[in-house]
Nanobody, 124 residues
Framework: QVQLVESGGGWVQAGGSLRLSCAAS????????MGWFRQAPGKEREFVAA????????LYADSVKGRFTISRDNAKNTVYLQMLRLKPEDTAVYYC?????????????????WGQGTQVTVSS
């Protein structure tokens, strides 16, 4: 049974930082590209960042480039999202996702497994 468990969300003031973690189990982690998505109230789920199985190739949404960094530790079956200079518009539930294959992708439908999400709230 595949499980993705996110942690690290919370409340932070604008300009602050948070680091999200996603621990994976039940799958050969190093064979999966991993992604982070987010969903704000009343909005569709949107792509944030993704990393190849090796961690050498990454993708970012334009809205987070230069502020967020995705990384992974295959020895720990964990993917991270370091978020700096947070803005109120970053407020959302953040989801970790896994897709079978080497390369990262930006579409929700490209990912087979999803976590339950962790809330990030950025106050102005």
């Amino acid at each position: 049974q595949v499980q993705l468990v996110e942690s690290g969300g919370g409340w932070v003031q604008a300009g602050g930082s948070l680091r999200l973690s996603c621990a994976a189990s039940g799958l050969p982690f190093s064979g999966y590209a991993m992604g982070w998505f987010r969903q704000a109230p009343g909005k569709e789920r949107e792509f944030v960042a993704a990393t190849a199985w090796s961690g050498r190739s990454t993708l970012y949404a334009d809205s987070v480039k230069g502020r967020f960094t995705i990384s992974r530790d295959n020895a720990k079956n964990t993917v991270y999202l370091q978020m700096l200079r947070l803005k109120p518009e970053d407020t959302a539930v953040y989801y970790c996702a896994a897709r079978s294959g080497a390369l990262p992708q930006k579409k929700v439908d490209d990912y087979q497994y999803w976590g339950q999400g962790t809330q990030v709230t950025v106050s102005s």
